[in-house]
């Protein structure tokens, strides 16, 4: 079975600080890997893929297949950032797109 | 605005009742599901449905069922509500696979309390 870990339930830095939030996952196939996030009084949306390996808000997202990991990376951490973020797993030719959640971390970005 | 509204937000109810949380959109997504959020477990899947033909478990479906009445809604219900169900229920839709995973469009959530 798959599944999504992210090891740090708070990450807490200053202002223009880099920030990097940890997801590991385990799952034999091919996945796509995603991340979410929920800022405040907000709805979960999504923040990126890795399909797409783009830069949104200023953070990327590198799958690494062979540590089977999917940091999420912002070399200059603003308070705006400040949020729950969620990495997320979905099963490549599996049976729809059916995400496996981690437990999800929340940034605090200190003034 | 295609939207993903959830009813209600917020539901008080005590152990034993029948409760039923709802889930409509305006997306024309073919897919909706239904999620719970715990602190420190993130969201899990209780139900998923690609139309409204095709229902399926998700890993958490024990002491749930839901019912897709039409395209645009999908209702979960707990048919006797005990207080572990205390949870943040989330909605979302889909877009259907075609070459790529579209991204899932979240409702505002319902907080449910079992007392």
Redesign the interface.
Known sequence: AQR?T?PE?LLSVFKGAPVELKCNYSYSGSP?L?WYVQYSRQ????LL?H?SRESIKGFTADLNKGETSFHLKKPFAQEEDSAMY?CAL?R?KAA?????????TRVLVKP | DAD?TQTPRNRITKTGKRIMLECSQTKGHD?M?W?RQDP??????IY?S?DVKDINK?EISDGYSVSRQAQAKFSLSLESAIPNQTALY?C?T?AP?RG??????????TRLTVT
């Open positions: 999504v992210q339930k796509e995603f709805r979960l949306q999504l893929r399909i969620y979905n490549v729809g797109n059916k995400l496996t959640f981690g437990g999800g | 993903v897919r599901y999620y420190g477990l993130g969201l899990r899947l998923y690609f998700g989330f979302a889909s696979d790529q995973t579209y991204e899932q469009y979240f409702g505002p959530g």
